[in-house]
């Protein structure tokens, strides 16, 4: 099963890959190893988790602005995640970060029913046309 959601393109870009899901908001300085893109915050769902190659999806960063730095060094160390969806509202650190890292962000529109978006499905992040993709596996 497939399914379509309206997004708000806030970084173009089209990627695809499984998705990691939260709807606890992430700090990336503080909370995720920039050289090896595991998340460490012990107090986190997603504790042990990779974000490499994933759609990561969560309601919003918080923490420091230096956490864009943190998301453009992920991509540096090639650990970043693919794409990045915002189920809340983007965060001035999320937006900033996924820009200098050229990783495409969208913000799911809230005018629609959003159904629970499922860790390890398949995701098409389209940055082009606003659309995420899930396909259930």
Do not use: W
């Not at 499984?18 to 606890?24: D, E, Y």
């Not at 999806?57 to 918080?62: E, I, L, N, T």
């Not at 050229?102 to 978006?117: A, G, W």
């Amino acid at each position: 099963m497939t399914y379509s959601l309206r997004c708000k393109v806030i970084v173009g870009g089209k990627a695809s890959g499984r998705v990691l899901a939260t709807k606890q908001p992430i700090n990336f300085l503080s909370s995720v190893d920039p050289l090896t893109g595991m998340i460490t915050d012990e107090n986190h769902e997603l504790c042990g988790n990779s974000v490499k190659e994933r759609v990561l999806v969560f309601p919003y960063a918080v923490g420091s602005s230096v956490g864009a730095y943190s998301i453009f060094a992920l991509r540096s160390n090639r650990v970043s995640p693919v794409g990045i969806i915002c189920t809340s509202k983007t965060d001035i650190t999320t937006a900033s970060g996924c820009a200098i890292a050229n990783i495409p962000l969208l913000e799911l529109c809230t005018d629609q029913v959003i159904p629970e978006i499922e860790n390890f499905n398949e995701a098409l992040v389209d940055g082009i046309s606003g659309i995420l993709q899930i396909k259930k596996v």
